[in-house]
C-alpha cells in the first residue's frame, strides 16, 4: 500500500486554523500556572518547508470513512510555533492568589497600591 501527501497543502488556511485552535485548547486545558495571567495564544504556526518522512508500520481497520493503523513519523524540517501569553509581575500578587487558596487570608498584609496586578506581554 502506498500514499502519497502533498506538503504544500498543509500550507492552507482552513489547517492552519484547526490547528491552532488545537493547539490553544490543549494549552489551556489544564490548571494555569500562578505566573500566568492570560491563556497562552498561538499568534503563529508555519509547517515549513520541508516535508517529514512518514512510514506506514500497520495498517488496521480499513472503511469507507475511517482508518486505522499504525505510523512512524519523523520530522528534522524548519516548522516553527509563536506563542503569546501574558505573565504577572508582581510578585506579591501571586503570593496572595497563592495564601487565598491555602485559605490563609487572615495572615496576609493589605498593601495598597502593592497588592495590583501588574501584566506583562511575554511574545
Not at 482508518?67 to 506563542?83: E, M, N, P
Request: charged share 25%.
Amino acid at each position: 500500500m502506498s500514499c502519497d501527501i502533498h506538503w504544500d497543502a498543509f500550507e492552507q488556511t482552513a489547517f492552519q486554523t484547526w490547528s491552532k485552535e488545537l493547539l490553544y485548547d490543549s494549552l489551556n486545558s489544564g490548571k494555569r500556572p500562578q505566573i500566568l495571567s492570560s491563556d497562552i495564544r498561538v499568534t503563529d504556526l508555519n509547517f515549513g518547508n520541508t516535508p517529514p518522512s512518514f512510514e506506514v508500520l500497520e495498517v488496521g481497520d480499513l472503511d469507507t470513512d475511517k482508518f486505522r493503523g499504525i505510523f512512524k513519523l519523523k520530522y528534522d524540517g524548519d516548522s516553527s510555533i509563536t506563542l503569546s501569553t501574558n505573565i504577572q509581575a508582581n510578585l506579591l500578587k501571586i503570593q496572595e492568589r497563592v495564601v487565598h487558596e491555602q485559605g490563609g487570608d487572615f495572615a496576609l498584609p493589605k498593601f495598597t497600591l502593592a497588592s495590583q496586578p501588574f501584566s506583562i506581554p511575554l511574545f
